[in-house]
C-alpha cells in the first residue's frame, strides 16, 4: 500500500483535452426523451454544428450554453414534457432564463471574528459559521478527489452544465423523486447563494428542491465558468461547503474530526469529509458512525472507479475504522478563555458605530467575519485579577460571586473584567450565563445597590456647590431629615436614617465623615446641598442602573439605592482619578480587516472632559484618600497614592469597594447570585473561613488590593495633584469648636468663639469651642488646657485635652458634644494614656506624645471599623470587618 499522503493523479484537476459537444447531446438527450426533447436537440446540434477552433473549450461551450437564447431553449427542451403540468410554456422557460441575473458576485467567504488582548495575544474566536480559508495547494489532493468521485467526475472536463447529471436531476426533481446531479459548479453556486442571503425568505429559496432553483444555479454556473479557473471553483467550494458540526470549509472540518490540517487528511479522511456533503447530519462520524463509514466505503470505491485510488489501497482503508480524533468546537465565547469578556465585546462591537454607521452594515461585518478585533484587554492584569477572586470567593462556593472591573481614567479603555463564576448554562452552582460586571442590555444582571460607594457623589456635589471639607454636622447614632425636595420640586416624606454602629455619633464634617463612612452625616449633607442635585452629579458621572430604567431618585440616593453594575461604578470613579473627565467604556481598540486591501481601524474613546470641575475632582481625590488612612480602608495600600471608598448595603445584600490611583480605576462587588436580599452575606462560610458579616473592607477590599498591586506595578506611580481651591482646614476628629454656621476658625492656635452651630476646632491641637453660647478657651502645644464650653458641639466640661510636643497630657474631659461623653487621663508621654470614650457622640480623647504615636482609640465614626495605628486620627488597632459602615435602609 503506499503512503497515505501520496498524491493521486494529477491529470484530471486541470484542463481536460475538448469533449465532442455533439456527440454527447446527441448521446444524453435522446437516450431520456421523447421526440419533442429529440428535435429541440436537433436544433441545438444544427445551431453547433461548424468545426470549432482548436485549443478554445470556453469558445465551445459559449456556442452551446453561452447566450441566454441558447441557454433558455436548452433549458425549455430538457423539461418540455413536463412544462404542461407545471402551467409554463417553453417559451416562458426561455425567457426566464434570459432574464436571470448572471453577474453572481463571489465575495470571500464569511471566516471566524479573531479576538486579541491588548498586546495581540489571542483570546477567542467567535464565528456563526466557523471557518478558515485556504488555498488550494494547502489542501490534501485527495479530498478533490474524493469530491470529483461522488459527487461530479467530469468536474474538469464540463463548463458548468453536466447535460446527463442535469437532464437525470430534472427528470426526477418534476416526477417528485428529487436526487443530486448538480455539478460541483452548480453546488457551488447554491452555497454562494446560501451564503449570501440575508433573510429568511432568501435561505428558503436558495435551499429550495424545485426546478426553478436548479435553472437558476445552471445560468450563474455558466457565468462562473466564464469568470473563474476550474482550480479557484474548486479552492472556492472547498472553503464554503458545510461539514456538520459547525464546520464551514475544509480546514475547520480536518481540525474538528481528525485534529489534523486540511493539508494532511489520507485519503480514508478524506473520502468520510467528503461524504458529508451530501447530509452532513446522517453521516456525521462523531454522532452516527455506521452510516458514515457506508458512505466513506462508498466514496473510496468511486475513488477506485475514477482513477484516483488502486483497488488494493480502498481495500486497506476501507477495512480501517473511523478513527476520529475530535477536536472540540470552537468559533464561540462559550469556549474561548475569557467568555464574558467575549461576549461584551461582541454586544458592543453590534451596537457601535465606530465599527459601521448601521446597524445591518455591522451585522453583516460580524457575520462575514474575517477581522481581528484587538481588545483593550490586559491578561497580566486580568489574570491577577481572577486568582485574587478565587483566593476570597472560590468558584462555585455557596452560590456566593465576586466581580470585579479595571478601566483606565481618561480612556474609558477596559482592562480588566473578571468574575468567579464559570460560563454556562446549566443550574449548577458557580455557574452561569450572565455577565456579573455589566449591564443588562450587555449581557449583565440587572445590577447591585451599590451601598455607601455613591457617598462620594454627594462629595462631588458639595464640593461643586461651595462647601468645604469642615462643613459639619452633629451626627448622631440615628436621626430624621424632612427637608428634602424631588426633582419636581415636591417636598419628600421625613427619612430615618441611621449608623450602623453604636458609638460612631458626634460632630463630623466632610473629612471624619467618610473616613467613618457616617450615614447621618451624609444624609445631612445630601438634605444641605440638594437631592435633585446630588443624583444629578452621579448622572453626570455616568451613573445609569444597570436595568436600563431612569434613576429613582429617593431619599436614600447618597446611601447607594440603586441597582447599577461593577463597569458603571469603575467609569465614575475614573472620573475621579482623571480630574474630572469622564469616557464611555469601550473594550476594543482597534480592528483589522483582513485581506489585500485590509486596513486597522483604531476605536476611538468617547470623554467628556469637564464632566465634573478639576478642582472638584481633586478635593474628592483628597477626601477618598483619607479612607486609606485610619478610614474604612485602612490596611488595604498598595504602597501607592490611592483613593477609594468601601460599601455595604442593608442587611450585607452586597459588599463593595471602589478604589484607584492616578492611571487605574476598579471595582469589586461580592454577593449571593440567587439575589442578595434574599441570601444575604451574614453568617455565611466563603472559601472554608466563616464570616458574622461581609463588608466592603472584608472581602472587595482584599481582592481590590490584591489585583491593584500588581496590575499596577509596570505603570508609572502618580501623585494626586493637590487642590489649589482652600476647602478649610478642618480636623479630621469628630468633635471641635465652633465658628458661626459650623465653620471652624483657621486660627492654629484654638478653636473658634461659640456659634449657633457649634463648628470645629483649628488644624493644630486647640480645645473646643463651645455651642451655644459656650466659649472656647485656647489649648497650648505644651500640654494646656483647652477651653470649656457646655453646649452642643463644646468640650469636655473641665476642658479639652492638651496635646503637647513635650509631653503634654491629657486633659481632664474628654468627650464633647453631650454631657454623657466621657473624659480619659494621661501622663501624655510616650502615648500612655487611656483616651476618653464616647458618649451619645461624643468623640474619644487621647493621650499621646507630640509625635502621634501614643494614644488609644476612641468610638469610630459609623464606619467599617476605621481605626488605625496609635496616633492616626482614629488610633486603636488595626481594624478588622468588625463594625458595620453604615445600616440605613437601603444601604450605608
Not at 458512525?289 to 485510488?309: I, Y
Not at 447618597?558 to 464611555?584: H, I, K, N, W
Not at 452575606?681 to 466563616?690: A, N, P, S
Given at each position: 500500500m503506499?503512503?497515505?499522503?501520496?498524491?493521486?493523479?494529477?491529470?484530471?484537476?486541470?484542463?481536460?483535452p475538448?469533449?465532442?459537444?455533439?456527440?454527447?447531446?446527441?448521446?444524453?438527450?435522446?437516450?431520456?426523451?421523447?421526440?419533442?426533447?429529440?428535435?429541440w436537440?436537433?436544433?441545438l446540434?444544427?445551431?453547433?454544428?461548424?468545426?470549432?477552433?482548436?485549443?478554445?473549450?470556453r469558445?465551445?461551450?459559449?456556442?452551446?450554453?453561452?447566450?441566454?437564447?441558447?441557454?433558455?431553449?436548452l433549458?425549455?427542451?430538457?423539461?418540455?414534457?413536463?412544462?404542461g403540468?407545471l402551467?409554463?410554456?417553453?417559451?416562458?422557460?426561455?425567457?426566464?432564463f434570459?432574464?436571470?441575473?448572471?453577474?453572481?458576485?463571489?465575495?470571500?467567504?464569511?471566516?471566524?471574528?479573531?479576538?486579541?488582548?491588548?498586546?495581540?495575544?489571542?483570546?477567542?474566536?467567535?464565528?456563526?459559521?466557523?471557518?478558515?480559508?485556504?488555498?488550494l495547494d494547502?489542501?490534501?489532493?485527495?479530498?478533490?478527489?474524493?469530491?470529483?468521485?461522488?459527487?461530479?467526475?467530469r468536474?474538469?472536463e464540463?463548463?458548468?452544465?453536466?447535460?446527463?447529471?442535469?437532464?437525470?436531476?430534472?427528470?426526477?426533481?418534476v416526477?417528485?423523486?428529487?436526487?443530486?446531479?448538480?455539478?460541483i459548479?452548480?453546488?457551488?453556486?447554491k452555497?454562494?447563494?446560501?451564503?449570501?442571503?440575508?433573510?429568511?425568505e432568501?435561505?428558503?429559496?436558495?435551499?429550495?428542491r424545485?426546478?426553478t432553483?436548479?435553472?437558476?444555479?445552471?445560468?450563474?454556473?455558466?457565468?462562473?465558468?466564464?469568470?473563474?479557473?476550474?482550480?479557484?471553483?474548486m479552492e472556492?467550494?472547498l472553503?464554503?461547503?458545510?461539514?456538520g458540526?459547525?464546520?464551514?470549509?475544509?480546514e475547520?472540518?480536518?481540525?474538528?474530526?481528525?485534529?489534523?490540517?486540511?493539508?494532511?487528511?489520507?485519503?480514508?479522511?478524506?473520502?468520510t469529509i467528503v461524504?458529508?456533503v451530501?447530509?452532513?447530519?446522517?453521516?456525521?462520524?462523531l454522532?452516527n458512525?455506521?452510516?458514515?463509514?457506508?458512505?466513506?466505503?462508498?466514496?473510496?470505491?468511486?475513488?477506485?472507479?475514477?482513477?484516483?485510488?488502486?483497488?488494493a489501497?480502498?481495500?486497506?482503508y476501507k477495512?480501517?475504522?473511523?478513527?476520529?480524533?475530535?477536536?472540540?468546537?470552537?468559533?464561540?465565547?462559550?469556549?474561548?478563555?475569557?467568555?464574558?469578556?467575549?461576549?461584551?465585546?461582541?454586544?458592543?462591537?453590534g451596537?457601535?458605530?465606530?465599527?459601521?454607521g448601521?446597524?445591518?452594515?455591522?451585522?453583516?461585518?460580524?457575520?462575514?467575519?474575517?477581522?481581528?478585533?484587538?481588545?483593550?484587554?490586559?491578561?497580566?492584569?486580568?489574570?491577577?485579577?481572577?486568582?485574587?477572586?478565587?483566593r476570597?470567593?472560590p468558584?462555585g462556593?455557596?452560590?456566593?460571586?465576586?466581580?470585579?472591573?479595571l478601566?483606565?481614567p481618561?480612556?474609558?479603555?477596559?482592562?480588566?473584567?473578571a468574575?468567579?463564576?464559570?460560563y454556562?448554562?446549566?443550574?449548577?452552582?458557580?455557574?452561569t450565563?450572565?455577565n456579573?460586571?455589566v449591564?443588562?442590555?450587555?449581557?449583565?444582571s440587572?445590577?447591585?445597590?451599590?451601598?455607601?460607594?455613591?457617598?462620594?457623589?454627594?462629595?462631588?456635589?458639595a464640593?461643586d456647590?461651595?462647601?468645604?471639607?469642615?462643613?459639619?454636622f452633629?451626627?448622631?447614632?440615628?436621626?430624621?431629615?424632612?427637608?428634602?425636595?424631588n426633582?419636581?420640586?415636591?417636598r419628600?416624606?421625613?427619612?430615618?436614617?441611621?449608623?450602623?454602629?453604636?458609638?460612631?455619633?458626634?460632630?463630623?464634617?466632610?473629612?471624619?465623615?467618610?473616613?467613618?463612612?457616617?450615614?447621618?452625616?451624609?444624609?445631612?449633607?445630601?438634605?444641605?446641598?440638594?437631592?435633585?442635585?446630588?443624583?444629578?452629579?452621579?448622572?453626570?458621572?455616568?451613573?445609569h442602573?444597570?436595568?436600563?430604567?431612569?434613576?429613582?431618585?429617593?431619599s436614600?440616593?447618597?446611601?447607594?439605592d440603586?441597582?447599577?453594575?461593577?463597569?458603571?461604578?469603575?467609569?465614575?470613579?475614573?472620573?475621579?482619578?482623571?480630574?474630572g473627565?469622564?469616557?464611555?467604556?469601550?473594550?476594543?481598540?482597534?480592528?483589522?480587516?483582513?485581506?489585500?486591501?485590509?486596513?486597522?481601524v483604531?476605536?476611538?474613546?468617547?470623554?467628556?472632559?469637564?464632566?465634573?470641575?478639576?478642582?472638584?475632582?481633586?478635593?474628592?481625590?483628597?477626601?477618598?484618600?483619607?479612607?486609606?488612612?485610619?478610614?474604612?480602608?485602612?490596611?488595604?495600600e498598595?504602597?501607592r497614592?490611592?483613593?477609594?471608598?468601601?460599601?455595604?448595603?442593608d442587611?450585607a445584600?452586597?459588599?463593595?469597594?471602589?478604589?484607584?490611583?492616578p492611571?487605574?480605576a476598579?471595582?469589586?462587588?461580592v454577593g449571593?447570585?440567587?439575589?442578595g436580599?434574599?441570601?444575604?452575606?451574614?453568617?455565611?462560610?466563603?472559601?472554608?473561613?466563616?464570616y458574622g458579616?461581609?463588608?466592603?473592607?472584608t472581602?472587595?477590599?482584599?481582592?481590590?488590593?490584591?489585583?491593584m498591586?500588581?496590575?499596577?506595578?509596570?505603570?508609572p506611580?502618580?501623585?494626586?495633584?493637590?487642590?489649589?481651591?482652600?476647602?478649610g482646614?478642618?480636623?479630621?476628629?469628630?468633635?471641635?469648636?465652633?465658628?458661626?454656621n459650623?465653620?471652624?476658625?483657621d486660627?492654629?492656635?484654638?478653636?473658634?468663639?461659640?456659634?449657633?452651630?457649634g463648628?470645629?476646632g483649628?488644624?493644630?491641637?486647640?480645645?473646643?469651642?463651645g455651642?451655644?453660647?459656650?466659649?472656647?478657651?485656647?489649648?497650648?502645644?505644651?500640654?494646656?488646657t483647652?477651653g470649656?464650653?457646655?453646649?452642643?458641639?463644646?468640650?469636655?466640661?473641665?476642658?479639652?485635652?492638651?496635646?503637647?510636643?513635650?509631653?503634654g497630657?491629657?486633659?481632664?474631659?474628654?468627650?464633647?458634644?453631650?454631657?454623657?461623653?466621657?473624659?480619659?487621663?494621661?501622663?501624655?508621654?510616650?502615648g500612655?494614656?487611656?483616651?476618653?470614650?464616647?458618649?451619645?457622640?461624643?468623640?474619644?480623647?487621647?493621650?499621646?506624645?507630640?509625635?502621634?504615636?501614643?494614644g488609644?482609640?476612641g468610638?469610630?465614626?459609623?464606619?467599617?471599623?476605621p481605626?488605625?495605628?496609635?496616633?492616626?486620627?482614629w488610633?486603636?488597632?488595626?481594624?478588622?470587618?468588625?463594625?458595620?459602615?453604615?445600616?440605613?435602609?437601603?444601604?450605608?
Amino acid at each position: 500500500m503506499t503512503e497515505s499522503n501520496q498524491r493521486p493523479p494529477r491529470g484530471r484537476r486541470h484542463e481536460a483535452p475538448r469533449r465532442n459537444w455533439r456527440g454527447a447531446l446527441s448521446r444524453a438527450v435522446p437516450a431520456a426523451a421523447g421526440p419533442r426533447v429529440r428535435r429541440w436537440a436537433e436544433a441545438l446540434r444544427r445551431k453547433v454544428s461548424e468545426p470549432t477552433p482548436a485549443g478554445d473549450r470556453r469558445e465551445t461551450v459559449q456556442r452551446l450554453a453561452g447566450t441566454g437564447a441558447v441557454a433558455g431553449l436548452l433549458t425549455a427542451a430538457l423539461v418540455m414534457p413536463w412544462v404542461g403540468g407545471l402551467g409554463l410554456a417553453a417559451r416562458d422557460s426561455a425567457a426566464a432564463f434570459m432574464a436571470l441575473p448572471s453577474d453572481l458576485a463571489v465575495p470571500h467567504p464569511a471566516e471566524r471574528v479573531l479576538l486579541t488582548d491588548v498586546d495581540g495575544e489571542p483570546i477567542a474566536e467567535v464565528a456563526e459559521r466557523e471557518r478558515d480559508v485556504v488555498p488550494l495547494d494547502e489542501i490534501s489532493p485527495w479530498v478533490p478527489a474524493a469530491l470529483m468521485a461522488i459527487e461530479d467526475d467530469r468536474f474538469y472536463e464540463h463548463a458548468g452544465l453536466d447535460l446527463r447529471g442535469t437532464l437525470r436531476a430534472a427528470v426526477r426533481t418534476v416526477l417528485g423523486n428529487t436526487q443530486g446531479g448538480s455539478t460541483i459548479t452548480q453546488q457551488y453556486v447554491k452555497n454562494l447563494l446560501m451564503e449570501q442571503a440575508d433573510t429568511e425568505e432568501e435561505l428558503a429559496s436558495a435551499n429550495a428542491r424545485t426546478l426553478t432553483r436548479k435553472v437558476l444555479e445552471l445560468r450563474y454556473a455558466i457565468e462562473l465558468e466564464e469568470k473563474l479557473t476550474k482550480d479557484e471553483i474548486m479552492e472556492g467550494y472547498l472553503n464554503l461547503a458545510y461539514f456538520g458540526q459547525n464546520a464551514y470549509g475544509i480546514e475547520v472540518a480536518a481540525e474538528r474530526y481528525f485534529s489534523v490540517p486540511a493539508s494532511e487528511l489520507d485519503p480514508a479522511q478524506a473520502a468520510t469529509i467528503v461524504a458529508l456533503v451530501r447530509a452532513p447530519s446522517y453521516y456525521d462520524p462523531l454522532t452516527n458512525p455506521e452510516a458514515s463509514v457506508e458512505r466513506r466505503n462508498l466514496v473510496l470505491d468511486r475513488m477506485v472507479a475514477t482513477g484516483h485510488l488502486e483497488s488494493a489501497q480502498a481495500q486497506e482503508y476501507k477495512s480501517r475504522g473511523l478513527e476520529v480524533d475530535e477536536t472540540p468546537r470552537a468559533g464561540s465565547c462559550f469556549s474561548s478563555e475569557q467568555p464574558f469578556f467575549c461576549d461584551y465585546v461582541m454586544r458592543w462591537l453590534g451596537g457601535s458605530d465606530a465599527l459601521a454607521g448601521t446597524q445591518e452594515e455591522r451585522d453583516r461585518i460580524l457575520e462575514r467575519g474575517g477581522i481581528t478585533v484587538r481588545t483593550t484587554l490586559d491578561l497580566d492584569m486580568q489574570e491577577a485579577a481572577e486568582q485574587a477572586i478565587e483566593r476570597y470567593v472560590p468558584a462555585g462556593d455557596s452560590h456566593k460571586f465576586a466581580a470585579e472591573v479595571l478601566v483606565e481614567p481618561g480612556t474609558g479603555r477596559v482592562r480588566v473584567m473578571a468574575q468567579n463564576m464559570r460560563y454556562g448554562f446549566d443550574d449548577e452552582p458557580g455557574t452561569t450565563s450572565i455577565n456579573l460586571s455589566v449591564d443588562h442590555e450587555d449581557g449583565g444582571s440587572l445590577g447591585y445597590q451599590a451601598g455607601s460607594t455613591f457617598k462620594p457623589f454627594t462629595l462631588a456635589a458639595a464640593l461643586d456647590a461651595g462647601l468645604k471639607y469642615d462643613t459639619s454636622f452633629s451626627s448622631p447614632e440615628s436621626t430624621t431629615v424632612s427637608g428634602l425636595e424631588n426633582c419636581e420640586g415636591g417636598r419628600m416624606a421625613p427619612w430615618d436614617v441611621r449608623n450602623a454602629g453604636e458609638s460612631d455619633g458626634g460632630r463630623h464634617n466632610m473629612i471624619s465623615g467618610t473616613k467613618g463612612s457616617v450615614n447621618t452625616y451624609f444624609a445631612q449633607l445630601q438634605e444641605r446641598v440638594g437631592l435633585c442635585e446630588t443624583a444629578e452629579m452621579a448622572q453626570s458621572l455616568g451613573i445609569h442602573r444597570a436595568d436600563g430604567e431612569d434613576l429613582q431618585v429617593w431619599s436614600s440616593f447618597t446611601l447607594g439605592d440603586q441597582e447599577v453594575s461593577p463597569l458603571t461604578m469603575a467609569s465614575a470613579y475614573a472620573v475621579f482619578a482623571s480630574r474630572g473627565t469622564y469616557c464611555e467604556p469601550v473594550p476594543v481598540a482597534s480592528v483589522l480587516f483582513e485581506g489585500e486591501d485590509g486596513e486597522e481601524v483604531e476605536m476611538g474613546t468617547e470623554c467628556e472632559e469637564g464632566a465634573l470641575d478639576t478642582e472638584v475632582a481633586d478635593g474628592v481625590n483628597h477626601l477618598l484618600q483619607q479612607t486609606f488612612e485610619g478610614g474604612t480602608a485602612n490596611g488595604l495600600e498598595i504602597g501607592r497614592p490611592v483613593a477609594g471608598k468601601t460599601g455595604t448595603t442593608d442587611s450585607a445584600a452586597y459588599a463593595w469597594f471602589a478604589g484607584y490611583t492616578p492611571n487605574l480605576a476598579g471595582t469589586v462587588v461580592v454577593g449571593d447570585i440567587r439575589g442578595g436580599e434574599q441570601h444575604t452575606l451574614q453568617g455565611v462560610t466563603i472559601g472554608d473561613r466563616y464570616y458574622g458579616i461581609v463588608y466592603g473592607a472584608t472581602l472587595p477590599g482584599p481582592i481590590w488590593q490584591a489585583t491593584m498591586r500588581e496590575a499596577v506595578a509596570d505603570l508609572p506611580e502618580e501623585e494626586f495633584a493637590p487642590s489649589p481651591k482652600v476647602y478649610g482646614k478642618a480636623s479630621d476628629k469628630p468633635s471641635g469648636g465652633g465658628g458661626d454656621n459650623g465653620d471652624s476658625d483657621d486660627s492654629d492656635a484654638g478653636g473658634g468663639d461659640g456659634g449657633t452651630a457649634g463648628g470645629d476646632g483649628g488644624v493644630a491641637a486647640g480645645g473646643g469651642g463651645g455651642g451655644t453660647g459656650g466659649g472656647g478657651g485656647a489649648g497650648g502645644d505644651d500640654g494646656s488646657t483647652g477651653g470649656g464650653g457646655t453646649g452642643d458641639g463644646g468640650g469636655g466640661a473641665t476642658g479639652g485635652g492638651g496635646g503637647g510636643s513635650t509631653g503634654g497630657g491629657g486633659g481632664t474631659g474628654g468627650g464633647g458634644g453631650s454631657t454623657d461623653g466621657g473624659g480619659g487621663t494621661g501622663d501624655g508621654d510616650g502615648g500612655g494614656s487611656t483616651g476618653g470614650g464616647g458618649g451619645t457622640g461624643g468623640g474619644g480623647g487621647g493621650g499621646g506624645d507630640g509625635s502621634g504615636t501614643g494614644g488609644g482609640g476612641g468610638g469610630t465614626g459609623g464606619g467599617e471599623s476605621p481605626g488605625g495605628d496609635g496616633g492616626a486620627p482614629w488610633g486603636g488597632a488595626t481594624p478588622g470587618p468588625q463594625a458595620p459602615e453604615g445600616g440605613a435602609s437601603p444601604g450605608g
